[in-house]
């Protein structure tokens, strides 16, 4: 079946620009991720959706990003008046909902964001 | 602060070789274990998933173990391939039967480069 897809593949903006990331998670996926992967670095969660439950935007760094997913499926991040620093890739994860203690991701193959 | 090591952080070997990933972790309370392949230019894929209770698990040529008592685990690799070139990321999760997001500690990856 189809797998987590993320578009676009590459985005390359200017300082200070708005850019929109979008994240089409595996369908019946009740769980959906955001991650940010810096050059050399390990993942940094941004934020979590699980069903109808409120989102966990803890990891979000600024103000500026921010993230919703609609009708529990497709979701967006946006990042506000993009600085040099948010150049990065940027992963999305779906999980299914199970009783099992250890639950699944599934990645998706990113958007690289370069900010010039 | 809940963190995952990983060494070496890089590994060059000739294929046909065999090879040993290392993870230490300072997460607790711990959870579960994940060893996850990540293709230059995709999504990390996974590989292991190792609750407290399991010592070691399986996959084809890849084979993990982990010791909960010093809280170390290892990625073995069997007849390396070229195609297991790629960086293997260990990730911890310090809460039982948790799927939030931001409980999964990333270490920074071990970048393996497997050479004919």
């Known amino acids: 079946g189809a797998g987590v897809s993320q578009s676009p593949s590459n985005k390359v903006t200017e300082k200070g620009k708005d850019v929109e990331l979008r994240c089409d998670p595996i369908s019946g996926h009740t769980a959906l991720y955001w991650y940010r992967q810096s050059l050399g670095q390990g993942l940094e969660f941004l934020i979590y959706f699980q069903g109808n439950s409120a989102p966990d935007k803890s990891g979000l760094p600024s103000d500026r990003f921010s993230a919703e997913r609609t009708g529990g499926s497709v979701s967006t991040l946006t990042i506000q008046r993009t600085q040099q620093e948010d150049s990065a890739v940027y992963l999305c994860a779906s999980s299914p909902w199970t009783s099992k203690p250890a639950h699944e991701q599934y990645f998706g193959p990113g958007t690289r964001l370069t900010v010039t | ?116």
């Open chain 2, 1 to 116: 602060k809940n963190q995952v090591e990983q060494s070496p952080q890089s590994l060059i070997i000739l294929e046909g070789k065999n090879c040993t990933l290392q993870c230490n972790y300072t997460v607790s309370p711990f959870s579960n274990l994940r060893w996850y392949k990540q293709d230059t230019g995709r999504g990390p894929v996974s590989l292991t998933i190792m609750t407290f209770s399991e010592n070691t698990k399986s996959n084809g040529r890849y084979t993990a173990t982990l010791d909960a008592d010093t809280k170390q685990s290892s990625l073995h690799i069997t007849a390396s391939q070229l195609s297991d070139s790629a960086s293997y990321i260990c990730v911890v999760s310090p809460t039982v039967g948790d799927n939030y997001g931001q409980n999964f500690v990333f270490g920074p990856g071990t970048r393996l480069s497997v050479l004919p």
